[in-house]
């Protein structure tokens, strides 16, 4: 939602090596990508320009996995395996955040946007606001 007020929201991998901090509203907006990746990790998420995520710890635990155009990077942590975070193709100067990865007690409500990443191109030209939701979180 634009213009509401941010809070810090925590988070991090299932055995606690990567820990993050993400200033965003209460109110989430987070994206249920259809692509073959997001469908195989159930990376559902909610996407932050840069300035607003903070690496808190693990700098060193972080692995990353590319593919096809190799502009997203899907980093995991490389003792449990879970990714938390990644940057993601459409926005290439914000990370995307996986919800089921922050701590409770922060979010007050979660709103599900459809993505059809298996036709990604078509997808933004359709939902441009998809590049720009950054602004909105």
Request: aromatic share 8%.
């Amino acid at each position: 939602m634009a213009g509401e007020v941010k809070v810090r929201h925590q988070g991090g991998c299932h055995c606690g090596a990567i820990r993050f901090e993400v200033m965003a509203p209460s109110t989430l907006t987070v994206i249920d990508c259809n692509c073959s990746v997001c469908v195989k990790k159930q990376n559902k998420h909610f996407i932050v320009p840069l300035d607003n995520f903070k690496l808190v710890k693990g700098h060193d635990a972080i692995k990353t996995y590319t593919f096809n155009k190799h502009t997203a990077k899907h980093n995991f942590c490389s003792n449990c395996g879970v990714q938390a975070f990644y940057i993601p193709r459409s926005n290439p100067n914000g990370y995307g955040v996986t919800i089921h990865c922050l701590d409770e007690g922060t979010v007050k409500k979660v709103k599900y946007e459809k993505f059809d990443g298996k036709n990604w191109e078509q997808a933004m030209e359709k939902n441009p606001h998809i590049a720009a939701i950054t602004a909105k979180q």
